[in-house]
């Protein structure tokens, strides 16, 4: 049968399993072809693969239950009924995704769930036809393995902290452009952390999804343990979590607080959200109505049924103002290094400079 003829190949062609380490470092100028059905690829893949399903959704399911209550072998003959008709297309589309990416090298990187019988059976038809073909062992299970050690790492973090409105993410891109290593937790959660946070952006990723693109980012930096920047944050961004491990690194790191006067990050606030969607600043008010009191939460949303901004953002900020003492102190607590750095304006040029030579 041909699947069971692919595990002979894999011993006799060019086709090789590495581990996890050396495949990343090989995708950074291979593509990597994710062959799992379509739903489990939405879920959650490898940052950059691409997606090329050996079976649809409906067809994974198919097999998956002749297995269950037929047997392996009706399983694998159900599989090759799949297969046979798509190995012409298949060869296609990673011709095209190399041409399409400008790729003259014929080196693919392949995986599925466990490294098995998904990813060996693209990876014979691939090796027949010339290309260099390499499979994750233990696939994408062993991939999140290292997601999840990786948040163990002893990150050298150095938070950005300052009361909403500070300018930190934009502090941050000016770290950035000074040569610092910086992580966007807001970016890779496509969510600015308050209320008004999702309005305007794609939606966010799943909790896996974030996880996986959290860990690439830092492996940027493992060897190095280079001093890493990054906002402060509360654990939850919108839909998704940060990982308790790293959560606790952020809680130990110094932290560096941005004071800004009140009247500018409220100027700061209304230039970046009051443009928004009038209904949908309401409803994002509504959302937090528990925390903020029914009275606050009228006033805050007849404000803006009057076209005042400036005065709804100020009922919101003060009420920030309090959450985000209420972490401070906490980090007060626990002995965390907090250095105050007063600044006239939002994020001002000087104050980069100040970070990078600390």
């Given at each position: 049968m041909l699947i069971t003829l692919a595990f002979l190949f894999l011993k006799k062609v060019g086709i090789e399993k590495i581990n996890i380490e050396p495949f990343l470092l090989l995708a950074k100028q291979s593509p990597i072809i994710d062959v799992r059905s379509p739903a489990?690829?939405?879920?959650?893949?490898?940052?950059?693969?691409?997606?090329?399903?050996?079976?649809?959704?409906?067809?994974?399911?198919?097999?998956?239950?002749?297995?269950?209550?037929?047997?392996?072998?009706?399983?694998?003959?159900?599989?090759?009924?799949?297969?046979?008709?798509?190995?012409?297309?298949?060869?296609?589309?990673?011709?095209?995704?190399?041409?399409?990416?400008?790729?003259?090298?014929?080196?693919?990187?392949?995986y599925c769930w466990r490294g098995g019988l998904r990813s060996a059976t693209i990876a014979w038809l691939l090796d027949m036809y010339g290309f260099k073909v390499f499979t994750l062992t233990g696939g994408y299970?062993?991939?999140?393995?290292?997601?999840?050690?990786?948040f163990r790492a002893d990150f050298n973090l150095h938070i950005l902290g300052g009361y909403t409105g500070s300018g930190k993410t934009e502090l941050l891109h000016q770290l950035e452009k000074k040569g610092e290593a910086i992580i966007d937790l807001e970016k890779i959660a496509h969510h600015k952390g308050s209320a008004f946070g999702n309005i305007g952006l794609q939606l966010q990723p799943t909790q896996e999804m974030f996880e996986n693109i959290l860990a690439t980012n830092l492996n940027q930096f493992v060897v190095q343990k280079e001093k890493i920047w990054i906002e402060d944050e509360s654990q939850r961004i919108g839909l998704v979590n940060i990982p308790n491990d790293f959560?606790?690194?952020?809680?130990?790191?110094?932290?560096?607080?941005?004071?800004?006067?009140?009247?500018?990050?409220?100027?700061?606030?209304?230039?970046?959200?009051?443009?928004?969607?009038?209904?949908?600043?309401?409803?994002?008010?509504?959302?937090?109505?528990?925390?903020?009191?029914?009275?606050?939460?009228?006033?805050?949303?007849?404000?803006?049924l009057n076209n005042d901004t400036v005065s709804c953002f100020r009922i919101l900020l003060t009420y920030y103002d309090r959450w985000y003492e209420k972490g401070l102190s906490k980090r007060k607590e626990n002995n965390s290094a907090l250095s105050t750095i007063f600044c006239e304006t939002v994020t001002p040029l000087n104050v980069s400079k100040l970070l990078v030579d600390s």
């Open positions: 489990e690829y939405q879920h959650a893949h490898i940052p950059g693969a691409y997606s090329l399903p050996l079976f649809t959704n409906d067809e994974r399911a198919i097999i998956g239950t002749a297995y269950k209550q037929e047997s392996r072998e009706k399983a694998i003959k159900l599989g090759l009924d799949f297969f046979g008709p798509k190995m012409k297309l298949l060869v296609e589309n990673v011709e095209e995704l190399c041409a399409n990416n400008l790729i003259s090298s014929k080196t693919i990187l392949i299970k062993n991939f999140r393995k290292y997601v999840l050690e990786t959560w606790n690194n952020m809680r130990k790191a110094p932290v560096y607080f941005l004071a800004v006067d009140f009247e500018e990050r409220l100027h700061h606030i209304v230039e970046e959200y009051g443009i928004l969607e009038k209904q949908k600043m309401i409803d994002a008010v509504g959302r937090i109505q528990q925390r903020l009191g029914g009275l606050e939460t009228k006033n805050a949303i007849d404000h803006l």
